[in-house]
T-cell receptor
Framework: KNEVEQSPQNLTAQEGEFITINCSYS?????LHWLQQHPGGGIVSLFM?????KKHGRLIATINIQEKHSSLHITASHPRDSAVYIC???????????WGAGTKLIIKP | DGGITQSPKYLFRKEGQNVTLSCEQN?????MYWYRQDPGQGLRLIYY???????QKGDIAEGYSVSREKKESFPLTVTSAQKNPTAFYLC???????????FGPGTRLTVL
C-alpha cells in the first residue's frame, strides 16, 4: 500500500462544478503539499500546509492531521484548471517528500 | 525573473550513450533535487543536494550521477548503466528541505 493515496485517479467535470480531490497518508508528517502539473509537464506548488485551511483564489486546501487526510477544492471550475493535481507529504522521519500518483482533472466547457 | 531552467526540453539518445541534463537556478536556494516521472506514476527521487559539493542518493540513483560544484547548478548524467532511461526528468530546488519546492520545466529523454 502506498504511503500517500489520492482519489480519484481521474476526474471529468463540467465547467462551473465544485471539485474535490482527496489525499490520504499513513505516516506522521510535518507538512503536506498540493502541486499542479500542466499538460506540458511543468509543476507549480499550490499550497503547503500543516494544519487547518488555506485559500488562494478559487482553490482551497484543508488538512485534518488526526484523520491523516487532506482535500483540495476548486470552486467555479474552468477548463484552464485541467491538469494533474499532486499531493506530497514531508514525513516526520526524514526530509524526503513522499509523492502521491496524482489526480488527472479534465474540465469540459 | 528568478526561476529554474532545464535544458534541453527534448533529448534523444542512442543506447549505450551517456547524456547530461542541465539544471540551473537563480533563486539562491541551497537544496536541489532530480526526479524521474514515468506515465501514470508519482515522482521518484534520483538524487538531492543540500549544499555545494555534497549530494545524496535518492530512491532510484542506480545508473545516474550528479555533481554540485556551484550553488546554481546541479547537472544529472544518465549513464549507459541505466536500463530504462526513457522518462520525464524534473529538477527542483528549495531554500531548505522544509519549504515548498520550485520546479523546472522538465526534460523529456527518449532512448532510441
Amino acid at each position: 500500500k502506498n504511503e500517500v493515496e489520492q482519489s480519484p485517479q481521474n476526474l471529468t467535470a463540467q465547467e462551473g462544478e465544485f471539485i474535490t480531490i482527496n489525499c490520504s497518508y499513513s505516516v506522521g508528517i510535518s507538512a503536506l503539499h498540493w502541486l499542479q502539473q500542466h499538460p506540458g509537464g511543468g509543476i507549480v506548488s499550490l499550497f503547503m500546509l500543516s494544519s487547518g485551511k488555506k485559500k488562494h483564489g478559487r482553490l482551497i486546501a484543508t488538512i485534518n492531521i488526526q484523520e491523516k487526510h487532506s482535500s483540495l477544492h476548486i470552486t467555479a471550475s474552468h477548463p484552464r484548471d485541467s491538469a494533474v493535481y499532486i499531493c506530497a507529504v514531508n514525513p516526520d522521519s526524514n526530509y524526503q517528500l513522499i509523492w502521491g500518483a496524482g489526480t488527472k482533472l479534465i474540465i469540459k466547457p | 525573473d528568478g526561476g529554474i531552467t532545464q535544458s534541453p526540453k527534448y533529448l534523444f539518445r542512442k543506447e549505450g550513450q551517456n547524456v547530461t541534463l542541465s539544471c540551473e537556478q537563480n533563486l539562491n536556494h541551497d537544496a536541489m533535487y532530480w526526479y524521474r516521472q514515468d506515465p501514470g506514476q508519482g515522482l521518484r527521487l534520483i538524487y538531492y543536494s543540500q549544499i555545494v559539493n555534497d549530494f545524496q542518493k535518492g530512491d532510484i540513483a542506480e545508473g545516474y550521477s550528479v555533481s554540485r560544484e556551484k550553488k546554481e547548478s546541479f547537472p544529472l548524467t544518465v549513464t549507459s548503466a541505466q536500463k530504462n532511461p526513457t522518462a520525464f526528468y524534473l529538477c527542483a530546488s528549495n531554500r531548505d528541505f522544509y519549504n515548498e519546492q520550485f520546479f523546472g520545466p522538465g526534460t523529456r529523454l527518449t532512448v532510441l
